[in-house]
């Protein structure tokens, strides 16, 4: 099963562009961070090309919210599992093989971060994720900051995902190794770094990458690949993720 992750920037505005690409990546499943149910264009597009589409009920205060669509023959439903404080921001959708939990996280919430939250909520555990085929997929917003491997001072919510990763219940897919911490270095192209242009430095820079893959003991994957091109073609501030699923 394939899976491409797209964060499409506040509802997604080039609408064709960014289908087209969702559909050129041949993905069994999308999942998009900051999509907007009151601009339904993009998955009103996925459900004329055979996609069902998986939605929180609710809004966060932003607008922005997270959608799964799902090929119809893989027979995925929506799930209704809460996850107190993140209305809006988390949706699962499960089939007979799978269960996909798409999230998008705001970096803080009500000065917590959300992140946190969640990974809370994912340690408890009380309906068993980590004992079932489960894919967590999605924006998470929090990852280590541009040259701090170089001075070893990682964030606190790094820090909250390392651990989490440290305890061996779940996997995460796209690691890339740095000489400093060679298992969980995260890091890829964003266009925040134009201001680096802008002030004479170069472009694309490396940055941290917010876009995760995290699955349970059960479930394989394979390699992690980037659909590079997007940001500087307009259509988002992150580039594209894919990944295969077994």
């Not at 920037?9 to 900051?34: T, Y």
């Not at 917003?141 to 651990?163: F, P, Q, S, T």
């Not at 890091?187 to 680096?196: A, H, L, M, P, V």
Request: hydrophobic content about 35%.
């Amino acid at each position: 099963m394939r899976i491409i992750n797209w964060n499409i920037n506040k509802g997604g505005i080039k609408v064709s562009e960014i289908v087209e690409v969702l559909i050129g990546s041949k993905s069994d499943v999308i999942v998009l961070p900051e999509y907007r149910k009151d601009n339904p264009a993009i998955g009103n597009k996925l459900k004329e090309q055979g996609f069902n589409q998986h939605i929180p009920d609710e809004y966060y205060e932003s607008g922005n919210q997270v959608a799964v669509f799902t090929r119809k023959e893989l027979d995925f439903s929506t799930v209704n599992i809460k996850v107190p404080g993140l209305n809006g921001l988390v949706v699962f959708a499960q089939n007979k093989e799978f269960t996909i939990c798409g999230v998008f996280f705001p970096k803080k919430l009500k000065n917590e971060p959300s992140v946190r939250t969640f990974i809370e909520w994912i340690e408890e555990d009380s309906i068993g994720l980590s004992e079932n085929p489960t894919i967590l997929t999605g924006d998470f917003n929090h990852g280590v900051k541009a040259g701090d491997w170089n001075k070893n001072k990682h964030g606190d919510e790094y820090k909250i995902l390392r651990n989490w990763l440290d305890k061996g219940v779940w996997s995460d897919c796209c690691p890339i190794p740095d000489p400093t911490d060679k298992i969980y270095q995260w890091t890829y192209y964003r266009s925040s770094n134009r201001i680096s242009k802008n002030k004479g430095g170069e472009w694309p820079q490396r940055s941290s990458r917010p876009d995760h893959f995290f699955v349970s003991q059960q479930v394989k994957s394979g390699e992690v690949k980037v659909i590079d091109g997007q940001v500087a073609n307009g259509l988002s501030d992150h580039e594209p993720m894919i990944c295969e699923f077994f």
